[in-house]
């Protein structure tokens, strides 16, 4: 079935340092790919997307490009701040449509001043 | 627009009372979703409704859990009763298929402590 899978956490870096999560995921079909992100206290807050093969999603300095080759997501950012300090969820929209996200397991990164 | 809208956001409750989640998707969404988010189990799917029906309840653990969705603008999650290993944080969500690629807007969640 369709499942994704994201690197362990906690990611611990520096205010500045260059941030990769990685996100792999295995469906049939064309599935549209996704970020989450979850603040302290907070629910989840959609990040950015890609509906398509070689689409970049992008927001807030973040970026991530629907591979389909080495079928990842990969979520990236130049310059982190202690803002970004969050829980980052890799997701994929079931292959049958039916509305449902696959959520892999979350990725928490505390970026120190 | 108003966004998923979830209460109560907190509940602290005794073993073996009955707790009522509320939720009101998003207008003009046709799926809602219950997830339950834990520390040990990370982010589970309980159990989604597509046009007011339930879909698939594969996700809900036990026979103490049971959803409701009356009309597209409400739907109730049940705990009866409730045990200390139901403390979670339990989000709504909502979707409308095929629109923005599936995205799924999710509520602030209902933090519960059973005691």
């Known amino acids: 079935g369709d499942s994704v899978t994201q690197m362990e956490g906690p990611v611990t870096l520096s205010e500045e340092a260059c941030l990769t999560i990685?996100?792999?995921?295995?469906?049939?079909?064309?599935?549209?790919l996704f970020w989450y992100v979850q603040y302290p206290g907070e629910g989840l807050q959609l990040l950015l997307k890609?509906?398509?093969?070689?689409d970049k999603g992008s927001n807030k300095g973040f970026e991530a490009t629907y591979r389909k080759e080495t079928t990842s997501f990969h979520l990236e950012k130049g310059s982190v701040q202690v803002s970004d300090s969050a829980v980052y969820f890799c997701?994929?929209?079931?292959?049958?449509?039916?509305?449902?996200?696959?959520f892999g397991q979350g990725t928490t990164l505390q970026v120190k001043p | 627009d108003a966004g998923v809208i979830q209460s109560p956001r907190h509940e602290v409750t005794e073993m073996g009372q009955e707790v009522t989640l509320r939720c009101k998707p998003i207008?003009?969404?046709?799926?809602l979703f219950w997830y339950r988010q834990t520390m040990m189990r990370g982010l589970e799917l309980l159990i989604y409704?597509?046009?007011?029906?339930?879909?698939?309840d594969s996700g809900m653990p036990e026979d103490r859990f049971s959803a409701k969705m009356p009309n597209a603008s409400f739907s109730t999650l049940k705990i009866q009763p409730s045990e200390p290993r139901d403390s979670a944080v339990y989000f709504c969500?909502?979707?409308?298929?095929?629109?923005?690629?599936?995205?799924?807007?999710f509520g602030e969640g209902s933090w519960l402590t059973v005691v």
């Open positions: 890609a509906t398509k093969a070689d």
């Open positions: 990685n996100c792999t995921y295995t469906a049939t079909g064309y599935p549209s």
């Open positions: 969500a909502s979707s409308l298929i095929g629109a923005s690629g599936n995205t799924i807007y």
């Open positions: 409704f597509n046009n007011n029906v339930p879909i698939d």
């Open positions: 207008s003009g969404h046709d799926y």
């Open positions: 997701a994929l929209s079931a292959s049958s449509n039916t509305g449902k996200l696959i």
